[in-house]
Structures are given as structure tokens and as C-alpha cells.
């Protein structure tokens, strides 16, 4: 077990080490990306390139700058943008990442749900009209782009039918502090939610299916209806029992990607100022300091997540456990 | 206590129907083991599927009859024939590896099947579980009700097995085979056991299986099937002494001798078993048969009583 975990940890500090150097040399080496000109504006004279060179200490060499911004980042803490001088970008991040967390963890949770209630009663009716039309209903669900869906749902919400009793419980855009307004956290928090979960839960009701509809041809289901179980049994307890291996391997991995900042469009939309916002905002301006802060914190959630997965694993897998 | 008459299995397919049971009538009696042998595609295990309710293709048709102590099975609701399942008839299958549910102890599956059909509390079926797992001879089964499948070899998998089955002591238990997928030492305890624990609980027992050899050390009575239907039945002794069908006849002819001198090359049966689709009008065997004539081109009837076979040349 300790064993495992030193491993886990040693793995996420090479992923972090390995993003954060290119990040890095994407910004600084790449042919033509003079930071300080930039930083400059256009048509800044040589005197004023220089100080702006000397000034964010791009006239060190490449790996200093690059060690004085780790260090900024995590032992000093007091990394500032290029862009807002000042603006102290850690607290920025860890500011973003309760919205980003909150608007993740709930679509999380209804896709998760609708994605296995879709699969296996799909599954259990395979071939039957409810069957298609669920597998169609999640189709359209994998279809819709989620800017798209999201600007729609405002539309609707927000605007054309903001005023009848269907969606005037609907508070305008923008995060609630969840320990100060609760109550209001979870209304804002709705509308985001579904948008964000509906592409997941077309995908995962889809995969769950086919899953559960080739768990059903092993042979340890027939033995399951040999020993007179019922359908609904066999179907819960064995074949959706196994078929859970792969939906968690989906699962680690897309949320991974979305707590790190993948769900930045719905963030967008909604007027979120989550992780994915943040960094949005920051390669607009071509931020360096934040677009390494939030792609170091992706990446650390995306390990996190992944190592979580195969704890899961050991919980439903007992092959997994003496191996 | 099982009574099949004509009981024919057909699947739907895209070249017309497939017939893979065409008329097959046998009776078993209480408490006998009944061997049935025949080679892959004979339709010993869909016939026996049968039997169980088990065939879930939704392109199945079923006719004829089954009675079991009196009680029609074809066309029992499905609710009324899972309650028979696992409780009056029980079924061992081929392959031990993956019979079993790999995420649960096997003593979690014994009990599983207990309480489906009987009212006990969890503590109670733990304890049966252990016992049934002593009776099939696994050493500390109050350690063996802990393991999972994977922890176990093929032999103990099957023995775990056999005990889920003779769980709610059946008085019928079918035996797809169960020794096929294990190493001849382990297959020879294995029948041991079938044996034992078929006298203990009193159940009568349908041996599948494709090995002459296991036929004759456990069998009553045999049944030798081939493309689907029936073509010699009797008793062991009669059957292996004085075969009747020529098929029966070419299957012990191609078993080595123990004694006496060794034969260059084993004989074997000329061609292969007619494909489902293709099945030869009359007589099955007729295009393998070197005793063929005339009549054959029609189906040979197999008598309903004693040593008997479905040819031409024993019941003219």
C-alpha cells in the first residue's frame, strides 16, 4: 500500500515537472514569442523593451526564470501576472476552484445517476422500443455542444420565459458563495449542472449498455439464472456489478479533465469565474504566470483523480486487490 | 420424474429454421444417473437447456413436452419455473473459470442461491455454505467462504460449484459436462464426488458429456445422441457390451484398448457431423454409415423401451 502510494506521488511530480517545462518553453522558446515585446505594446522604443525586460527578469537565463517561477508558485506563493502587476495569481486559483469544483461535483453526481439508470434499464429492455428511444434521447444528448446548449438554456431561462412559474426561480448568472447563501448556490447551480451532464450522461448510458448487454452473455449469468435468481437480480447484483469496471475508468477521466479546467465553456456561459475561466481569461492576455498555475493545478487533479480510480478499483475488483 | 416427449428445439435464422433438437423423448427415473454422450452439435446440452428454461435466445421455438413429477415445463411462466430452478433442478456447467461470478466470494454465491429459495437468515446460509463446502471435500471451509473465485484452481471452482448446486438438494441435477475443462486426476475425484454426493441427497443426475470413458465409470443407463436426435439408448452394460447403433459401434471402436496388441492407428469415423442447416433427410448417420441401404433414406424410429437404437439394420 505505501509502496502504491509513493509511486502515485512520484508520478504526479514527473507529470507536473514534464507540463510545467512545457508550458514553459511553449511561452518563452517558441520562435517570435518575445514576452517583453509584447508586454511592451506595440511600437515601444528599445529603452523602454529594456526595462521591461529587466523589470519581469526575462534577461536571466531560461531555466533561472523558470526555477524563480516554480518557487514563486509553490514555496513563496506570491507569483504576480504579466498582466495586472500585482495581481497575485495563487490566491486567484484557489479562489476559482470551489466554483469549478461545485459546478463538477453536481453534474458529476446527475450523470453518474442518469447514467446508469439510462444504461440498465436500456440494457434490460434491449431491442424494445424504450430501448431505442433512450439510446436516440442519448445521442442527441452527445450532439449538443455544450456552448450552444448552454447559450440556449439562458436564453430560455434567463430571458423568453424567465417571467412564467417554469424557470422564475431561476436567479441570474454568476456564482453564490455556498457557505454564506446556500440556497442560492444550488439555484444558480441547476441549470449548469444539467447543461454540463447531459453530453456525460448520453455517453455513459450508452457505454453502460453495451457493457451490461455483453456481461449478459457470460457464462456466470447463466449460472446466476440457473440458481433461479430473478432478472432483476441477475441484471443488478452480477451483470451491472461487473460492468462497472469500465464505467469508473471513464469516470476518473473525464472528471479528472473537468475539475482541471475542462468544463471552462460551461463556465463561460454561465458566467462561472472557475479554474476554466481563469484560464480562458489568461491566454486572451497570454498570462504566463496564471496559465502555469491553472495548468499545473489541471494536471494535478488530472493524477488525482486517476489515482482515486484505482482505489476504486480495489473496492470493486477483488482480482485487482492481490495483484 | 422427467418425462421429455418429442421435444423439438428450432432457431430462426436468416437461412430458414435451424432444427437443432428434432424429436427426442427420454425418461429419467428417481435417483438414477442417466449419461448422455454424444460429439459437439449432437444437441446433448441444448436439449438439457431445455429442460432448465434456459435457453434466452428470443429466436427459440419450443415444442413438444417436458414433465417434471407430473408438471408441464413448456410453456411455464417464468416466474413459476425460476422457483423450480436452482431448488428441484440444478445445473453444473462445463467450464468452472467462468462460471462463477469473479466479485463475490464463493461462499456469498452459495448463500445467494439459498436465500433465493428459502426464507433463512444470512447467518444460517453462511453456515449451510460451510457445510455444503465441507461435503465437497474443500479443506478449511470456514476459510474457503472468503475466497473469491480467482483464489481457487479449476478443481476446487468446480467443487464450489457442485456444492451451490446441491444447495437446496435437488432431486434433479443436471451435469453439463463438468469435468471437460479439468485435468484427468482431478476429473477422476470430481466423478468420485458426483457419485458420492448423488447417493447422499438421493437426486437423479443427467451427465452430459462427450467421453465414453466417464460415461462407463458413472453412468446407469445411457443415451447416445447424434444431430439432434437420439440414436441408442439402454442400459450401461448392455450398451457397451452389445452396441446396436453403428454410431455407438465407431465411438467405443475409437477408444484405445488397454490390453491385447495396440492397433496401428485408431479407427475413426469417415466425415464429420452434418451442419445444422444441411441435415441429411432420413437417417443422420446414413452418409458416415458403412452399413447403409435403401431404408435409411427415411428417419429410423428409435422404440420406446429397453436397449434400443434408431436403425434400420436392428429394427427392420
Known sequence: ?323 | MLEVRDLKVSFHTEQGPARAIDGVSFDVAEGEILGVVGESGSGKTVSLLAVMGLITDPNVVIEGSIKYQGRELVGLPAKEMRKLRGREIAMIFQDPMTALTPVYTIGWQIAEQIRAHNSISAKQAEQRAIDLLAEVNIANPHEAIHRYPHQLSGGMRQRAVIAMALSCNPSLLVADEPTTALDVTVQAQILDLVRKLQKNHKSAVVFITHDMGVIAEIADRVMVMYAGRIVERGNKVALFSNPLHPYTKALLDSIPLLEGERPRRLKSIPGSPPALLNRPKGCAFAPRCANRFEACASVPVLPNAGHDAACFKVNP
Open chain 1, 1 to 323: 500500500m505505501l509502496l502504491a502510494i509513493t509511486r502515485r506521488l512520484g508520478q504526479m511530480l514527473f507529470v507536473l515537472v514534464g507540463i510545467s517545462i512545457l508550458v514553459f518553453l511553449i511561452f518563452f522558446a517558441t520562435p517570435g514569442a518575445d514576452p517583453s515585446a509584447r508586454i511592451a505594446g506595440r511600437n515601444a522604443s528599445p529603452e523602454i523593451l529594456e526595462a521591461v525586460r529587466k523589470s519581469f527578469g526575462f534577461d536571466q537565463p531560461f531555466y533561472m526564470q523558470y526555477l524563480i517561477m516554480m518557487k514563486k508558485i509553490f514555496v513563496t506563493g506570491d507569483l504576480t501576472s504579466f498582466v495586472n502587476r500585482g495581481w497575485k495569481v495563487v490566491p486567484a486559483v484557489f479562489e476559482a476552484i470551489p466554483v469549478t469544483l461545485s459546478l463538477v461535483i453536481g453534474a458529476a453526481v446527475l450523470w453518474v445517476v442518469f447514467g446508469i439508470i439510462i444504461g440498465t434499464v436500456a440494457a434490460a429492455t434491449r431491442g424494445s422500443w424504450l430501448d431505442k428511444f433512450l439510446m436516440v434521447l442519448g445521442l442527441v444528448g452527445i450532439s449538443m455542444p455544450v456552448y450552444w446548449l448552454g447559450e440556449v438554456m439562458n436564453l430560455v431561462t434567463q430571458s423568453r420565459y424567465h417571467d412564467t412559474w417554469m424557470f422564475s426561480w431561476v436567479p441570474p448568472l454568476g456564482y453564490k458563495n455556498i457557505s454564506t447563501d446556500p440556497r442560492g448556490w444550488f439555484l444558480t447551480l441547476i441549470i449548469p449542472w444539467f447543461t454540463l451532464a447531459i453530453l456525460y450522461i448520453g455517453l455513459y448510458g450508452r457505454v453502460l449498455r453495451a457493457n451490461l448487454i455483453e456481461a449478459l452473455q457470460e457464462d456466470y449469468v447463466r449460472t446466476a439464472r440457473a440458481k433461479g435468481l430473478s432478472e432483476t437480480r441477475i441484471l443488478l447484483r452480477h451483470a451491472l456489478r461487473t460492468s462497472l469496471t469500465s464505467f469508473v475508468t471513464l469516470f476518473g477521466l473525464d472528471f479528472g479533465a473537468l475539475v482541471g479546467g475542462a468544463a471552462l465553456l460551461t463556465e463561460v456561459v454561465f458566467d462561472l469565474h472557475g479554474v476554466g475561466m481563469l484560464t480562458y481569461n489568461a491566454l486572451l492576455t497570454l498570462d504566463l504566470p496564471v496559465i502555469m498555475a491553472t495548468v499545473l493545478y489541471a494536471s494535478f487533479f488530472v493524477v488525482l483523480s486517476n489515482a482515486l480510480v484505482d482505489v476504486v478499483y480495489i473496492f470493486l475488483d477483488p482480482r485487482v486487490r492481490t495483484a
